[in-house]
Each structure stands twice: as structure tokens, then as C-alpha cells.
């Protein structure tokens, strides 16, 4: 019998493909925690990128626009809709239209920085990725990207 | 674009439609139509910093419409002192009025309140972000002189990497894709990002470090002021201030033609000279504000359809 290091699931969403010791970021940007029962894999070995985390996500069927919101941290990652057993739908990661509250405002001066106000960024351009702020409109680019 | 009910945050929520309303609604009331069209209304504006020409403008645009105003200037007398939240003001505020016209240091403040507000909202200033009608009063002058704006050949000097002003309206600029020179000094240029979108856009553009450097003939000249803080050496900033003065000599050499522009308020980088001069603008661009903000109030209310 095949041993399985994180257990398979009958009904609900994985995400493989995450990079390493990130699985608790992308928890927390989809807002999983204590939302049901979630199985956590940190560290598997893996060809593609040497090091891996995998979660699995029982009796949720998570939606696009909720999976693209992990695209900056886990640009690579692979999404595995399994209903009854059985894989029913398998997609990449795209860049959402717009990220709400996943980014930091790098502008100090920002209302963002300054009150509780959820941030909102846009995407201006896409290779190299280019945000701007919908409160500031100040720019960021791909390396200035600060994950609250 | 419907105007009723939008509050008026940024120059990028606009389109060149957009403009020519505006600059076509403020023609008609500086002709002296919609006279009363604001009887009854009520604009309450918050200044949580100081102002001189946007909040007198705006206020004045209100009364001559027949409209009525209240507000502050300066926080001291307010509850923002007591720790009350820019969020709360605004909604106890936009229950008291028909329209709130907003100045706030934090840039993105009047995003925030548009967003809160039960009326419209218009920036007047969210730190060094954005002043939509400034942007709008500009352009409404250059149409004043100008047929159409996508012919204006134009020359920005001065502090080009912070100012709001400039930032902005290149942007409305290269929407109607009228050609522009950059002048200013290494340190103090147009962002890249900010000229690559208006290049995307459909304007050329053109960068030099002085007025020598534009070999071709302008329409029009708007000068912002370099600001000492900028510079850590103040010698540097006696020699970059020095050679972005505009004298009389200087606009000789642009050619009779050319129009001087400037936000204001100035400091030296226009000669005093240079006030009485045909081709000084400014004053008239700043008096512009009355009905340019006309136009915004009336149409965001609802009054001009």
C-alpha cells in the first residue's frame, strides 16, 4: 500500500507547488484559518523546485479569483480541485486584477500607512509586474513588494 | 461621463470627454449662464492644512452660484484634535451637506473619504499626490488660447520629479497627445515611470537639462518653483535655482508668442519683470479657478446637466 506523507482527500482543494516555508503565508492570505479542516506538508522534496510546501483544503472548492490572490508568493504554484476522489479541475496561478489588503503601501506617507484602511493595488503592467496604489497611486515594482 | 453624484479624486478617473465638458461648461458660466443654479445647496469644505487660493476659490465659486459654505481651515478647532478619525469626520460631515471639497496632508485621504462619503467629495489636495482642479483650470486656460489642446506644444520647468501639478497634467496632456519638453536638472527630472505612460499614451517627449537645450519653438512655458529642501547643498541649489529663472531676456528668446504659466504660489522663478508681459498667464490662471470650480460644483450636484 502507497504511504502518503499528507493524506489524501476525498473532497476539497490542494495547492502544491508552494514555495518553501511559505504554506502559512498563503493560509493567511486566502483567510483559511480555523475556516475548517486544513492538512499542512512544509519542506517535501521536489524535482521542479528542490523544496516544496503542499496544502490540502477538505470540503472547500476554493474559486480563481481566490487562488490568483497567492500569485506573488506562490507565483508557480498548481491548484488541484478534487470532488468525490477524483481530480476535476487542475489550473495555474494568474494575476488577479487587483490585490486587496495583500500589500504593504511602501509610501509612509500613504493613508494606508497612516489608518486601519484595508490596501487595494492595481496592476499597471505585468512583465515586469507594476502596481500602483488605489489610495496614493504611488508605483511599486516587482522587487519593492512588501507582503503585510 | 456623468457628472451627478461623482465625487472628484484624481486626474487618472478622467477621460479627454471628460475635460472638454468641463472646459465647455466653465466657457458658458464665464459667459454668465447657470447664474443661482446652487440656491439651496450646501458645500462644507475641511481644510485639515492651509490654502489660499483653492479654498477662497472654492468657496467663491459656491457664493456666485448661489450656494452656501461651511467648514474649517486648520484642525484646531476640531475634533480631529480629539483623535477623531478622518473616517468619522466625514461621515458626521456628509450628513450636514450636499458636497465636501477636502485638502489633507496624507495622500490618498480623499480616496478614502469619496469612498465613505454619503456625497460627493472633491480633492482639493491629498499631499503631494494629487489637485484634479488644478489640472482642470489649467487645461481650461490653455484652451482659452489654444483651439485644441493636442496641438500645444509644451515645456515643463523646473521641479518636474515631485510636483503634483506638473505630474498631472502631463497625464491630461498625453491623453489629448500634445507634444512636451521636460527641463529640468538631473536630480530633480520627470519620473521614468510617469514619462513612459504618457509616451504609451500618444504623446512624444522630449528631456533636457535647460532652456538651451529645446531647439524647437514652444506654445507654452509652465514653470513650478524648485524647492530648497530638495537639495542638501545649498550651493548646488543657488546654481540650479539661478539658471531656471525666467527674466524678460528669457522669454525674448522663447519667441512673442510664447505663453508663461505657473500654479503659483512662486517664489523668484519668475521675474517680477515678467507680470507685465502679454505673455504671463498666471494670474489669469489662477482666476480661472473661479470658473473652472463653478463648473465641477454645478455639475457634480447635478445643477448643470
Given at each position: 500500500m502507497k504511504t502518503y506523507k499528507v493524506y489524501a482527500i476525498n473532497d476539497g482543494t490542494v495547492i502544491d507547488h508552494?514555495?518553501?516555508?511559505k504554506a502559512l503565508k498563503v493560509i493567511d492570505i486566502l483567510g483559511l484559518e480555523n475556516k475548517g479542516i486544513l492538512t499542512i506538508g512544509i519542506g517535501f522534496s521536489s524535482r521542479k523546485m528542490g523544496r516544496k510546501d503542499i496544502i490540502k483544503i477538505e470540503n472547500k472548492f476554493l474559486k480563481k479569483e481566490e487562488t490568483d490572490k497567492i500569485s506573488l508568493i506562490a507565483p508557480n504554484a498548481t491548484i488541484n480541485i478534487i470532488k468525490n476522489g477524483k481530480l476535476t479541475e487542475k489550473r495555474k496561478i494568474e494575476l488577479p486584477a487587483e490585490y486587496l489588503n495583500i500589500i504593504k503601501c511602501s509610501?509612509?506617507?500613504?493613508i494606508t500607512s497612516k489608518a486601519n484602511v484595508i490596501t487595494r493595488f492595481k496592476i499597471?503592467?505585468?512583465?515586469p509586474l507594476i502596481l500602483r496604489c488605489h489610495h496614493c497611486e504611488r508605483i511599486i515594482s516587482s522587487g519593492e513588494i512588501e507582503i503585510l | 461621463m456623468d457628472f451627478k453624484g461623482k465625487s472628484i479624486i484624481s486626474i487618472r478617473d478622467f477621460d479627454t470627454e471628460a475635460f472638454d465638458r468641463i472646459i465647455a461648461t466653465a466657457r458658458r458660466i464665464k459667459k454668465g449662464e447657470f447664474a443661482g443654479c446652487l440656491m439651496n445647496k450646501l458645500l462644507a469644505t475641511l481644510f485639515f492644512e492651509p490654502s489660499t487660493r483653492t479654498r477662497l476659490s472654492f468657496e467663491s465659486a459656491m457664493r456666485y452660484l448661489g450656494g452656501e459654505v461651511i467648514g474649517f481651515s486648520g484642525t484646531d478647532y476640531t475634533s480631529v484634535k480629539k483623535g477623531e478619525t478622518l473616517s468619522d469626520t466625514i461621515m458626521t460631515v456628509s450628513g450636514y451637506c450636499d458636497v465636501i471639497v477636502i485638502r489633507h496632508p496624507v495622500e490618498g485621504a480623499a480616496r478614502l473619504a469619496s469612498e465613505i462619503s454619503k456625497v460627493p467629495v472633491i480633492n482639493a489636495g491629498d499631499g503631494a499626490n494629487q489637485h484634479p482642479t488644478q489640472t482642470f483650470l489649467d487645461l481650461f486656460t490653455l484652451s482659452e488660447f489654444f483651439p485644441r489642446l493636442s496641438d500645444v506644444r509644451i515645456g515643463f520647468l523646473g521641479d518636474l520629479k515631485y510636483g503634483r501639478t506638473v505630474h498631472s497634467l502631463a497625464y491630461a496632456l498625453s491623453l489629448f497627445k500634445a507634444p512636451m519638453w521636460f527641463i529640468a536638472p538631473d536630480l530633480l527630472k520627470m519620473p521614468a515611470f510617469l514619462t513612459d505612460e504618457i509616451e504609451e499614451n500618444g504623446s512624444t517627449t522630449h528631456e533636457t537639462?535647460?532652456?538651451?537645450?529645446?531647439n524647437e519653438t514652444l506654445d507654452v512655458l509652465y514653470v513650478t518653483r524648485i524647492q530648497k529642501e530638495r537639495f542638501g547643498d545649498m550651493q548646488e541649489y543657488e546654481r540650479v535655482a539661478g539658471c531656471y529663472r525666467v527674466t524678460k531676456k528669457v522669454v525674448d528668446i522663447l519667441g512673442k508668442n510664447i505663453k508663461i504659466m505657473h500654479p503659483l504660489p512662486r517664489v523668484d522663478e519668475i521675474a517680477r519683470e515678467v507680470d507685465d508681459l502679454e505673455n504671463a498667464l498666471y494670474f489669469h490662471q489662477a482666476h480661472n479657478g473661479i470658473p473652472v470650480r463653478q463648473a465641477v460644483l454645478g455639475l457634480v450636484l447635478g445643477a448643470i446637466r
Open positions: 508552494i514555495p518553501n516555508a509610501n509612509p506617507n500613504c499597471v503592467k505585468t512583465s | 537639462e535647460d532652456l538651451e537645450g529645446v
